[in-house]
């Protein structure tokens, strides 16, 4: 799997786009946030003032209630004490006789970030990690779809100072995007201005330029648009920007959706219409994050408005994202699901307990008929919560495994598979909230209770397979072609 690395400041930072794939809400913090403080007591005006005659025995009462529950409060800090395990006792006599006698100041933030980094990196898998205030904060305003930066990821694996530094994405509706830079094009030279623009090297000295880069200040980046093609100069600033998810295109048509708050379903030049049979359309969906639902479902909208019959969806380098975003999107595809709300997968957890994350409807039939064609465009990079869409619509029968066509990375084709969930978990009732997110499911498909962690869908089931490429839509012309589907 190529490795995909986000630059600091101008991109998600995921060390691939692999390890999303969290419930909703953080079920456990729901609990908490109703906890976080205490119910408001309401002032009753009619209660009568006390007499002045009984203040002595007012003030030894409140006396006495702080005496209670002084002596409640240290017995009970006696009783957690005798509860606590030695080896946690041992770490807290550690700290105190490190803090006292070591030679060098050691301060809290010191000794626990080494522990906290013990958890991220020794303890837990890949997925898990704690999170701190800042970082929790940063987590769920990202989750929103919000975002600091230019907006773009790079593959950072073999990079060739000749040819540049591959953008494997560009996010949608960034700086970066409404500048004109595109996904699958190369970062070739860099400056604050036309006249100080430098060749790239390396990718840590660009990194570094980078995260020296103001907010709202133009730079300037030299891209091409492929190995071949010309190059050319464009100026971006990073800002904040809410990420689209959802791109739709036909052979007339093609939308994205734009706007403050990527709301805005937005015609995209001809340059981006596909050579595709009139009767079909095309939606890429890069994530299950932010505002994904709501645009997949106007793009559904856009694809019944212009009548069409068979769709392509794009999953290509989805690493997944939301479950609640995933049930809403698959509201759209559980053909021979019963009732409204079919179940669009199945969490299992240690204890033997099972989950079930239902659809929110069941429109099928509202935006498909009994012949219409689906099918699937998935890649190495395609995970978690796209792997369970893929699933669900293989369970009910909106699409077969014939109609999927896998990326051959060098690897046959398959997609990553991660068939494991993750919850995140407040540590921290009041003020500053830190967390810790784990690894707490297993997932499985909706019928076969199929689950594809370290498996993942692979040509052997029966897939169609095209060549890798990173030459614009040079890979999806060719799975169109493979599918049947091109014009």
Known sequence: MAEEQPVENIAKEETDLNDVFEPVDFPAQKEQEKSDLPAPRPENPTMPAPKKRKTGKIVLSVLGGVLIAASSFFAGMLVHKSTLDDDLLTIAKLKNTIQKYYYQEISDDEFYSVLYRAVNDGLLDDYSHYLPAEELAKEMKESQGGYVGFGLTFYTTAVTPDKGLYIARVSGNSPAERAGIRSRSYLTGYGETEQSIEPFTTYEKFSQFCENAAVGKEVVLEVKDGESAPKRTVKVARGEYVENYVYYRAATTAYSFAGETAEELTPLSNEYYLPIAQDTAYIELTSFNGGAAEQFGVAMEQFRVEGKKNLVLDLRSNGGGYMDILCGIASYFCKSGKGMNPTVAIAKYRDGREERFTAHRNDYGEYFATDSRICVLADQNTASASECLIGAMIDYGACAYADVCL????????????????????????????????TSATVHWPVSKNCIHGRGVLVADGTKTVAYSIEGDQELLAALAALGLNA
Do not use: H, P, W
């Open 407 to 438: 990326t051959d990375s060098g690897n046959g084709g398959k997609t990553f598979g991660k068939g494991i969930m993750q919850s995140t978990y407040y540590l921290t009732l009041v003020g500053e909230k830190d967390a810790v997110t784990l």
